[in-house]
T-cell receptor, first 112, second 109 residues
Framework: DSGVTQTPKHLITATGQRVTLRCSPRSGDLSVYWYQQSLDQGLQFLIQYYNGEERAKGNILERFSAQQFPDLHSELNLSSLELGDSALYFC???????????FGPGTRLTVT | GQQVMQIPQYQHVQEGEDFTTYCNSS?????IQWYKQRPGGHPVFLIQ?????EVKKQKRLTFQFGEAKKNSSLHITATQTTDVGTYFCAGVDNNDMRFGAGTRLTVKP
């Protein structure tokens, strides 16, 4: 158990819909990262937050947005969903930008 | 921007054979990290290398960081079926971390 929690574990929704994925980092970790992993693919970095502030952006679509709240949990919002958005979404946390990351179990999103 | 290339993409070995995955960065790194993702699981941190030329061992796994701090390797001696999974390197440059594409290792018993 990495100490990072993600909800929900699975999500099935239709095209055009909007979903919110939630992540609670390890106790004390200030950095939260979001990754997308399509079937048998690598980790695509989406976005990073540090202590509530957006710190880095990767290949995140405009239809996607995220935020980190004062209690340090984070949410990833995906809107106008397309079939190609079906993937595993991981959240990770770390004590700082260059520290090792601890990954949550992921949320598997299926868009039908 | 920083890019991290990892090869090979796939490696299939017979149990007992050795395995190596290589990671190369376009920039000099402050440190490099290695992660393992078992099938159906999430990436798990294995190790971090910081110093030029550093070599670290974890049982049958040997991790190396190049002298120029731009490349790294993970070598597994005498693979076992428990070694299956995808191995990712992650290079850190100016507090920006970028993951390699990973090497998927399969082991035939």
């Amino acid at each position: 158990d990495s100490g990072v929690t993600q909800t929900p574990k699975h999500l099935i929704t239709a095209t055009g819909q909007r979903v919110t994925l939630r992540c609670s980092p390890r106790s004390g970790d200030l950095s939260v990262y979001w990754y997308q992993q399509s079937l048998d693919q690598g980790l695509q970095f989406l976005i990073q937050y540090y202590n509530g502030e957006e710190r880095a952006k990767g290949n995140i679509l405009e239809r996607f947005s995220a935020q980190q709240f004062p209690d340090l949990h984070s949410e990833l919002n995906l809107s106008s969903l397309e079939l190609g958005d079906s993937a595993l979404y991981f959240c990770a946390s770390s004590g700082g930008p260059s520290y090792e990351q601890y990954f949550g179990p992921g949320t598997r999103l299926t868009v039908t | 921007g920083q890019q991290v290339m990892q090869i090979p993409q796939y490696q299939h070995v017979q149990e007992g054979e050795d395995f190596t995955t290589y990671c190369n960065s376009s920039t000099t790194l402050s440190n490099i990290q290695w992660y393992k993702q078992r099938p159906g699981g999430h990436p798990v941190f294995l190790i971090q290398l910081v110093k030029s030329g550093e070599v670290k061992k974890q049982k049958r796994l040997t991790f190396q960081f190049g002298e120029a701090k731009k490349n790294s390797s993970l070598h597994i001696t005498a693979t076992q079926t428990t070694d299956v999974g995808t191995y990712f390197c992650a290079g850190v440059d100016n507090n920006d971390m970028r993951f390699g594409a990973g090497t998927r290792l399969t082991v035939k018993p």
